[in-house]
């Protein structure tokens, strides 16, 4: 529970990311996002986009809840999964690729110790299924990742954990982003889609072991 209150500040902040802009500018962002409906990019474009931002969530701090979200708002539930799916994919094979490659002291340029150490031990004690017990833990997702990597765990037990977990993902946030754009409710699931993946991570650090 204290893990949880040491959260609260940050999780107010990161809240107020999505919701901020539409209080100060709310008419302008409506029009905005009435000129983007009415003359969208192309699907091709929006999804290498999309894509391309997932593929990076491994080595760039990218909030990929926000990113699959948009990804269901603009490109309906089914296109939006199979965008998020393959970037989501993409992202956690080259953070994979390069940990076996460089090891530990390349996995701590983008993970803390303090992570990494805590994936070592449910590593240990779980093995290739850490991969799915974290799979939409923001943090030990990515750390779970570079854990992998550091053991040399073999591509042949990494997809299909990493693989699986993904569409499951990709599919709850598209379906919820698809909702949302039917409803007219962006600014409300770009909220909740920062505010459950930071709920669950300050549930993660309170109960996954020390």
């Not at 076996?100 to 701590?108: D, E, I, N, Q, T």
């Not at 240990?124 to 974290?134: A, E, F, N, S």
Request: include cysteine; proline fraction near 7%; charged fraction near 15%.
């Amino acid at each position: 529970m204290r893990e949880l209150f040491r959260t609260l500040p940050l999780m107010c902040v990161v809240l107020l990311v999505p919701v901020l802009p539409f209080l100060l500018f709310g008419g302008r962002i409506e029009d905005w996002l009435r000129g983007v409906a009415e003359d969208p990019p192309s699907m091709t474009a929006t999804a290498a986009l999309i894509i391309g931002l997932l593929a990076t969530d491994i080595l760039l701090p990218i909030p990929s809840s926000v990113v699959s979200t948009l990804s269901g708002w603009q490109l309906g539930w089914w296109r939006g999964t199979i965008a998020t799916w393959i970037g989501m994919n993409l992202g956690a094979a080259i953070g994979f690729a390069l940990t076996r490659r460089w090891g530990k002291p390349f996995a701590l340029w983008f993970s803390r110790g303090e992570d990494l150490q805590r994936m070592q031990t449910i590593s240990d004690r779980y093995g290739p299924y850490v991969l799915i017990i974290t799979r939409a833990v923001p943090v030990f997702a990515e750390a779970s990742v570079l854990i992998a990597g550091i053991h040399q765990l073999s591509w042949r037990r990494f997809l299909p954990a990493v693989v699986f977990s993904n569409l499951g993902i990709a599919i709850a946030y598209s379906i919820f982003g698809d909702f949302a754009e039917r409803h007219q409710w962006l600014p409300l699931a770009l909220g909740v889609s920062v505010a459950v993946p930071v709920l669950v991570a300050a549930a993660a650090k309170r109960y996954l072991p020390q």
